[in-house]
């Protein structure tokens, strides 16, 4: 195994005002090992996104970092400086986002907004950065990239913009990609080819990449591992394969019963897991999920199970699959 | 179709009145401090074409002369109060904390005083003269300008691209100029524009209780002043540059007007 480019270390997020403060992000444990694509999967509200934006140091400002650690290669991102932070980003590390029509301004020529990075990190002048901003469009698919340079987004479709994002945030060939749900808006098609590059890219560069996604077809078709979040927690951690085959625990469980196949019965329901999400002001005592959880024990509303190692790749927090006694817990 | 024509006549009005403040020398048919107590409160004439004052004195060379120092005051007084006032609005509003507060706190306060008393409260202080009337005005302006642009600038600093730009390691304030002031200029221009008019007439206002231009410069503000002082020897002077004040300040808000609804994207074209 290749070494760790990014360690997530009981990473705590909290809102609001010291006093009155909600974790939203309640001890994270994320490891990315450098060339691998690692999926974070999880409903809306259960802390994948802003576990990304914590990692970018690029939280919004009523958010703060309460405890942990986020170490990229041998930095620790939460104590570093703003300039620090500055040479880091888009040039070691960089993320591309959910919107490919919001992510870029929408009144400067896209190979303007590409060439800035090259000019800050990598020194080049003018001419330069344009020659190699057109060679970054051509190697993300943009047709006839000496013309597209000059257009301003709204002159393209969602998915070219969704490459023109890729091609800024690899143009200074950073160690380190995130993704958070760079295909939800776009349509199955052009999500496929956008996959494509970015697994092209993985390869190529010998990139790390966390991509964070709701669509367990995404996590399928370009993850290596996967992290299942709930409630500001991870709750499985596998290899691809381990998760689908030999899922554990009863949230992920429910989260794969869930999704939707193209063999399933027409008229049939799709199962869900009944209940929502918890609110972070109202975050259930133990296991935040035992509260919708099938497979409900007594030790659930009370203690907090951590991850365990249960085979090789797989690591999952759950009473109900602990081998540990219930007595000794 | 009527927009049409007011816009087309406002800019008209406005490149005459440029031409006339660049090129006054040139085109003052009399000096306009040249005193002659032989032609006093005179009608209009072929030698003098709005008449005379009470000194003798050309009215139309006044009011050319008057023009300039007018509209000197009355475009860098709203140009300087954007300048501060954007950038106090924009930095408040990407960097947030404390410092926003204090601005909008003290936005408030200037916001529940009169621009008008603002001015005079400077001019009180610093004592009359042009330059302090400038720095007045400017100051009353300001606070629309930091409300203006710290309003527009949360909005655009919520957008992904901002924080995009952010992730690529752009800096705070280059990504204030390349990202957010340009999203965010459209109102802001129009502002500008319709501030210019305003503070003409506030330059008027505080020239005409005396706070403003002293005598014998002419500005249209004090022409008006020492005209309504002799309205019954000479109607003409305070009428006359009652007029330019008003066909001023009306083009200029023709003008913010008919730029409003260009940079208005929701508006469809017609």
Redesign the interface.
């Known amino acids: 195994m290749s070494e760790p480019i990014l360690t997530i270390r009981d990473l705590k997020v909290a809102f609001g005002p010291e006093k009155v403060s909600m974790e939203a992000l309640r001890g994270v444990d994320i490891t990315v090992r450098r060339g691998e694509c690692l999926g974070v999967v999880g409903e809306s509200g259960s802390g994948k996104s802003l576990t990304a934006l914590a990692a970018m140091r690029l939280l919004p400002s009523a958010a703060r970092i309460t405890g942990g650690s986020v170490l990229f290669k041998d930095q620790d991102m939460t104590s570093l400086s703003r300039k620090g932070l500055e040479q880091l980003r888009g040039n070691e590390m960089s993320m591309i986002f959910q919107e490919p029509m919001t992510a870029l301004n929408p009144v400067m020529r896209v190979g303007d907004q590409i060439a800035a990075p090259l000019r800050k990190h990598k020194g080049l002048s003018a001419k330069a950065a344009r020659a190699r901003t057109i060679e970054q469009l051509d190697s993300v698919g943009i047709p006839d990239p000496h013309r597209r340079i000059d257009n301003f987004p709204h002159e393209m479709s969602g998915g070219m913009r969704q490459r023109v994002m890729i091609a800024m945030a690899l143009a200074c060939e950073p160690k380190l990609l995130i993704a958070d749900e760079p295909t939800t808006a776009l349509d199955v098609t052009i999500q496929a080819q956008i996959l494509d590059l970015l697994r092209a890219k993985q390869k190529e560069m010998d990139l790390a990449i966390i991509i964070i996604t709701h669509d367990f077809g995404v996590v399928a078709e370009i993850a290596d591992r996967v992290n299942v979040m709930y409630g500001g927690r991870v709750v499985e951690e596998a290899g691809v394969g381990a998760l689908f085959d030999h899922t554990l625990h009863p949230y992920s469980i429910g989260l794969l019963n869930a999704t939707p196949t193209i063999e399933m019965e027409q008229q049939r329901r799709l199962p869900a897991i009944g209940g929502a999400v918890p609110h972070i002001s109202e975050m259930p005592s133990g296991c935040a999920f035992h509260p919708r959880c099938p497979e409900r024990r007594p030790t659930c509303d009370r203690l907090v199970p951590n991850l365990e190692t249960v085979a090789l790749d797989q690591r999952v927090a759950c009473w109900a699959r602990s081998t540990a006694d219930e007595q000794v817990a | 179709m009527l927009d049409r024509i007011f816009v087309t006549f406002s800019v008209c009005f406005l490149v005459l009145l440029a031409v006339v403040v660049v090129f006054g020398d040139f085109i003052q048919p009399h000096d306009p401090l040249l005193q002659n107590f032989a032609v006093r409160d005179q009608g209009p004439s072929s030698t003098y074409w709005l008449g005379t004052d009470d000194f003798g004195r050309d009215v139309f060379s006044r009011i050319l002369e008057g023009s300039r120092l007018s509209m000197t005051v009355g475009l860098v007084s709203p140009l300087i109060a954007a300048i501060i006032g954007i950038t106090m609005g924009t930095s408040a509003a990407y960097f947030?904390?404390w410092p926003e507060r204090i601005v909008t706190r003290l936005t408030d306060m200037m916001m529940s005083f009169d621009p008008l008393l603002l001015g005079v409260l400077v001019v009180a202080l610093l004592g009359p003269g042009i330059l302090n009337l400038s720095i007045a005005i400017s100051f009353a302006l300001i606070p629309s300008f930091i409300r203006l642009s710290r309003a527009s600038a949360l909005a655009v600093r919520q957008?992904?691209?901002v924080?995009?730009?952010?992730?690529?390691?752009?800096?705070?304030y280059s990504t204030i100029v390349?990202?957010v002031l340009?999203?965010i200029s459209g109102p802001l221009v129009v502002m500008t524009t319709l501030w210019i008019g305003t503070a003409i007439r506030l330059e008027a206002t505080l020239s005409f209780i005396g706070l403003g231009a002293q005598p014998p410069a002419p500005s249209w503000g004090n022409i008006v002043r020492y005209g309504v002082q002799n309205i019954f020897g000479s109607p003409l002077p305070a009428l006359f540059a009652g007029l330019a004040i008003t066909l001023t300040v009306l083009s200029f808000n023709i003008l913010g007007d008919a730029l409003r609804d260009r940079l208005d994207p929701d508006r469809t074209v017609r």
Do not use: L, T, V
């Open positions: 947030g904390g957008e992904a691209y924080d995009a730009a952010i992730a690529m390691g752009r800096p705070s390349r990202h340009p999203n």
